[in-house]
Nanobody
Framework: QVHLVESGGGLVQAEGSLRLSCAASGRTFSSYAMGWFRQAPGQEREFVASISSGGGFTVYADSVKSRFTISRDNAKNTMALQMNSLKPEDTAIYYC???????????????WGQGTQVTVSS
């Protein structure tokens, strides 16, 4: 298990940018695939982006492709999500996730952060 803490959420206008960070505890961070999921009110948690343990393989949801960029720094036990050209429909709680292999299915995530709120105003 790895302990995850997100930061960087907030309120931004449409077309603005935000950068989310996820700090992980433990010496085995580099062995985990990492990802971001989000959940809007009344909706199910959905996949946003994932990155392989070494950082060389990334996957994005179609809704965020070309706008969001996921990255990680294994030396610092951190992961980030750079979000550009934000839209009101991106409003949600964003969760950092760790799993043994890259996944788009929230049911297979091993560890979750507490979440950080992102609100995009029109």
């Amino acid at each position: 298990q790895v302990h995850l803490v997100e930061s960087g959420g907030g309120l931004v206008q449409a077309e603005g940018s935000l950068r989310l960070s996820c700090a992980a505890s433990g010496r085995t961070f580099s062995s985990y695939a990492m990802g971001w999921f989000r959940q809007a009110p009344g909706q199910e948690r959905e996949f946003v982006a994932s990155i392989s343990s070494g950082g060389g393989f990334t996957v994005y949801a179609d809704s965020v492709k070309s706008r969001f960029t996921i990255s990680r720094d294994n030396a610092k036990n951190t992961m980030a999500l750079q979000m550009n050209s934000l839209k009101p429909e991106d409003t949600a709680i964003y969760y950092c996730a760790a799993s043994r292999s890259p996944t788009t299915d929230p049911r297979t995530v091993g560890s979750w952060g507490q979440g950080t709120q992102v609100t995009v105003s029109s």
